[in-house]
């Protein structure tokens, strides 16, 4: 970066980072680790976190200077969200960029930057934590236009954005993540499991998932198992007989997986299938990918942008359809063959790097706009 002062100073939350890193931590995480790599000479990069019971693990982004404060999120949350104080230099420091990774801004004197990874708490508050239903719907708007930069996942969110909180689409910064530095595996293991990877709640259209997998098993009563990996924030009876077909036995709910136990599911797995109702972005798409995992997906939110071709993509409430979809891929070596292929061309076009150079250079444009005449 190319700024007047002597060194600019870098505030990012790293608190959805904090315990178990789901879609927003990873990003988090791995975003912070590509713009530290980018810094240089004297800029300081910073990860502030604040919680009553979990510390930030030391050299969590090596290089990058650390905040951790023993202050209960929830506190936190309210005094900034609601009261817009204290301002975060109370704790960190002088900042010039504070990066907020939410929607909503990070009380500072500095250039404010709000991260929004999808809209979907303004159309279904109902499916959201108490935090979010209380403070985000009504302020978003507020925030996101008082902010400095906003920073989205894919262009299928920057529209989403643009149009529904009436945005200059100039001031949204699209920060893709960046595929895993994972080896694609040279061959998919015959009969593989069929896999899921995301936290389990209701866009996730984990029922509309298993209706699919019951018609998968009606038509194929040797169909593979089906294998949910990842927290659960609703429960999810595996146990149960789902149009007349029993799943217990054939349905495994892991719960969160670190890195390597998520890499190794999906080179176990014969296709990954992401169902969701809506998704910013996808990562298990991106994932999988990388590995050589077929996917079938949803044609909703991002996920035709992510997979661009190189996927099937079904109507999430067309169960038949999705049964289709993995019969096809279980029965079609040349289909798999191309989805093969086709995802790790486009798993390619993906890097942590590409993003925050992105990032890097939004946060030069805000603070030249801020420089005195």
């Known amino acids: 970066m190319c700024y007047d002062s002597a060194r600019v100073r870098i505030l990012m939350d790293y608190r959805p980072a904090l315990r178990q890193r789901t879609g927003a931590g990873e990003f988090v995480h791995q975003l912070a680790r590509a713009l530290q790599a980018r810094l240089s000479g004297p800029d300081i990069l910073t990860l502030f ?10 050299a969590v982004v090596p ?59 303004l159309d279904h508050p109902d499916q959201t934590a108490a935090e979010i239903r209380r403070d985000y719907p009504a302020l978003v708007q507020r925030h996101a236009r008082r902010a400095a930069g906003i920073v989205v996942p894919s262009e299928h969110t920057r529209e989403v954005v643009a149009g529904r909180l009436g945005i200059d689409r100039a001031r949204l910064v699209v920060c893709s ?8 595996r040279t061959a998919a293991p015959a009969n593989g499991p069929i896999l899921f990877v995301g936290t ?63 890499e190794e599911s999906y080179r176990r797995a014969s296709m990954l299938v992401m169902p969701s109702l809506d998704e910013g972005f996808g990562l298990p798409v991106l994932e999988a990918m990388t590995i050589g995992v077929p996917v079938v997906a949803s044609r909703r939110g991002s996920l035709p ?69």
């Open 49 to 58: 976190s604040s919680s009553w019971k979990d510390r930030l693990p030391p």
């Open 63 to 121: 290089g990058a200077r650390q905040v951790d404060m023993r202050v209960p999120v929830s506190v936190l949350n309210r005094a900034w969200h609601r009261l817009e104080w204290p301002p975060v230099e109370w704790f960190a420091g002088p900042v010039d960029i504070a990066q907020s990774m939410h929607p909503l801004l990070l009380p500072s004197r500095g250039a404010q930057f709000v991260t929004i990874h999808d809209l979907h708490f």
């Open 177 to 184: 993540p960046g595929a895993p530095d994972w080896t694609p």
């Open 200 to 262: 389990v709640e209701p866009r996730k259209n984990l029922p509309g998932l298993l209706r699919a997998y019951a018609a998968l098993v009606r038509a194929d009563a040797g169909a593979p198992p089906l294998i949910i990996a990842g927290r659960a924030a609703v429960p999810l009876d595996t146990r149960a007989v789902v149009d007349g077909v029993a799943l217990e036995g054939r349905v495994h709910q892991l719960g969160y997986v670190d890195d390597a136990r998520r």
């Open 305 to 373: 942008e992510v997979l661009d071709g190189a996927g099937l993509l079904v109507e999430p409430d067309d169960h038949e359809a999705m049964a289709a979809a993995m019969r096809r891929v279980l029965d079609d070596p040349a289909e798999r063959a191309r989805m093969v292929s086709g995802g790790l061309a486009r798993a390619a076009t993906y890097s942590w790097d590409a993003a925050a150079g992105r990032l890097h250079a939004a946060y030069a444009a805000a603070l030249a706009e801020r420089a005195p005449a």
